[in-house]
């Protein structure tokens, strides 16, 4: 680099000037995102260790398998690639607004941040729509007592445990009582009979009705760490993002009030783009350990 | 360089501008390169390409741990080179990067310790009675009842 001879010979510490030759903001944004990245490490360390400790773990490819608009096709890491690829795009962008900031072009670094902010706000429509496909979404399982319910995934739910043989559901439908069986022929009946209609059904009959669908997959409950730790540490990873677009709808009125070229530099987008990169770099983390293994 | 404003007097560098955008573009197709790949591993994953889970854990042990070291590649790449840490001067650097090798200890630490914890209970659990059983005798008549 052209900097390399600068930095070579010269008495950092001999007063004078900033031993680390950059400003004390932007030193402390990068020890607050080195803190911020301990807090990151410790909740997904806490879930890998949560999760060594468990005999059977759900596999991630069938919890998170859904697209929208592609109805109950198995389609497993389609979503989360385009999270991913939304938010390296919105990476991209705002080092190119950081780079405009160098030469000073106020319309480019404007120009930039709305692309960065436009990505942020798309990948939390996606993860909006992820959070309501698993709270909503309708699982039959097997609770401990043996019957059958309809379970979503939540942070005290989870339907994603080992399947059910075939052979034992039967007399699961029997332990199930009659409200139960309402609910999981209502969910495997979408657009059939409205749902008053089955109530006025029978045990037996609505027994009959779920076990001609050929729909009818069961597992037992999974364990309930799961959901806890995929919404809390999702969650607080999509709270840095909303912070994060916050943070970058602030630069970019900044930007246009001319704050910077008055300031004659562009360092707060620089200290802006940290915290972005660093919403990114966290993904990395949260989409290896929670969605690839 | 001269031209780039810095913000004190007592800080005499200040990243120069770029010449182009061609550093950007270049590690934006890498990371997108390395998510390709980390997709198709773990869509191997999902497809039992490794063979079945049961028998061949090993080889799935690797796969994943390839995936590991594919995304410590991205954390290196969009920290050295989005968020300028490689542009950095040395001794800021190692501040933030020695004390992140905690993380080695953290990791090894902590995964150990589940690990123990689920041998501990598969080994212990169905031997031990359950504890309402041990209480006393009368509590022990009622659990055989059940």
Not at chain 2, 86 to 106: A, H, Q, R, S, Y
Not at chain 2, 132 to 144: D, S
């Amino acid at each position: 680099m052209s900097t390399a001879a600068v930095q070579h010979n010269t008495k950092w510490w001999a007063g004078g000037k900033s031993p680390f030759n950059a400003s004390y903001g932007k030193v402390m944004m990068w020890y607050f995102l080195m803190s911020d990245a301990f807090t990151f490490g410790a909740f997904l360390i806490s879930y890998g260790t949560i999760r060594f400790s468990q005999n059977y773990w759900p596999d991630p490819n069938t919890v998170f398998n859904a697209f929208p608009g592609f109805g109950h096709q198995d389609l497993p890491l389609a979503f989360v690639s385009l999270m991913t690829f939304i938010l390296i795009f919105s990476s991209v962008t705002m080092v190119l607004a950081v780079h405009e900031g160098h030469k000073m072009n106020r319309k480019g670094v404007e120009k930039y941040m709305i692309l960065t902010i436009i990505g942020g706000i798309g990948f939390l429509a996606c993860q909006a729509w992820e959070w309501t496909h698993l709270l909503t979404g309708e699982h039959i399982a097997m609770l401990n007592d043996g019957s059958l319910s309809v379970v979503p995934t939540t942070v005290s739910t989870n339907p994603w445990g080992p399947a059910v043989p075939h052979e034992s559901i039967s007399a699961a439908l029997q332990a199930t009582p009659h409200d139960k069986l309402v609910e999981i022929a209502g969910t495997l009946h979408h657009g059939g009979a409205a749902h008053h209609d089955m109530s006025a059904l029978s045990s037996a009959e609505l027994v009959n009705m779920i076990q001609a669908s050929s729909d009818l997959h069961v597992t037992k409950t999974g364990p309930v760490a799961f959901g806890g730790y995929f919404f809390g540490i999702t969650g607080f990873h999509g709270f840095h993002v909303l912070s994060g677009v916050v943070i970058n709808v602030i630069m970019w009125i900044k930007t246009r009030l001319g704050h910077f070229d008055q300031r004659g530099h562009y360092e707060m987008i620089e200290k802006a783009g940290l915290y972005w990169h660093f919403v990114d770099l966290v993904w990395v983390f949260v989409f290896l350990c929670f969605y690839l293994i | 360089m001269s031209e780039h404003a810095v913000s004190s007097p007592e800080i005499t560098f200040a990243h120069p501008p770029a010449e182009g955008t061609g550093r950007i573009w270049k590690v934006f197709w890498i990371l997108s390169v390395i998510t390709i790949v980390e997709l198709v591993l773990g869509f191997g994953l999902a497809k039992d390409w490794y063979g079945d889970p049961e028998k061949s854990s090993g080889l799935i042990l690797f796969v994943k741990g390839v995936i590991c070291i594919l995304s410590l590649a991205k954390a290196f790449y969009i920290v050295g080179v989005f968020m300028h840490l490689g542009d950095e001067i040395k001794n800021f650097v190692m501040t933030i990067v020695v004390p992140l090798l905690l993380f080695i200890w953290f990791i090894a630490a902590f995964l150990w310790d589940g690990d123990s914890w689920k041998n501990l209970r598969n080994r212990y659990q169905e031997k031990l009675p359950a504890k309402t059983e041990q209480v006393a005798p009368a509590a022990k008549e009622h659990g055989a009842k059940d």
